[in-house]
């Protein structure tokens, strides 16, 4: 069984940062699948944060874009998303995502999630 952990979370001040860390139990997890952050907050859908693909195209939802960076370390097994400037607004639970689109069905995987509060 896949897992994905994450690592990197805690609590910050506005305007400061937090890098977050993903690694899978799998290689062939970061030799094929896309990977992504997504976070969530009480009473809220989980979103869509940054997403990167297997060749390292990237795509961050518009309240990340130029604040986060998200990469990838394939021979290492990691996934990272660098958050400055970070608000109160991106408080949530940060979860690791790997997907694979295959012709007729889907795999993918979630991590347990970190926590990231930013508050003065």
Known sequence: ?????????????????????????????????????????????????????????????ESAKSRFTISRDNPKKMMYLQMNDLKPEDTAIYFCHAIFKFPTNVS??????TQVTVSS
Do not use: D
């Open 1 to 61: 069984q896949v897992q994905l952990v994450e690592s990197g979370g805690g609590l910050v001040q506005p305007g400061g940062s937090l890098r977050l860390s993903c690694t899978a139990s799998e290689e062939y997890i970061f030799r094929f699948y896309e990977m992504g952050w997504h976070r969530q907050t009480p009473g809220k859908q989980r979103e869509l944060v940054a997403e990167i693909t297997s060749g390292g195209s990237t795509n961050y939802v």
């Open 108 to 113: 993918e995987f979630w991590g347990q999630g």
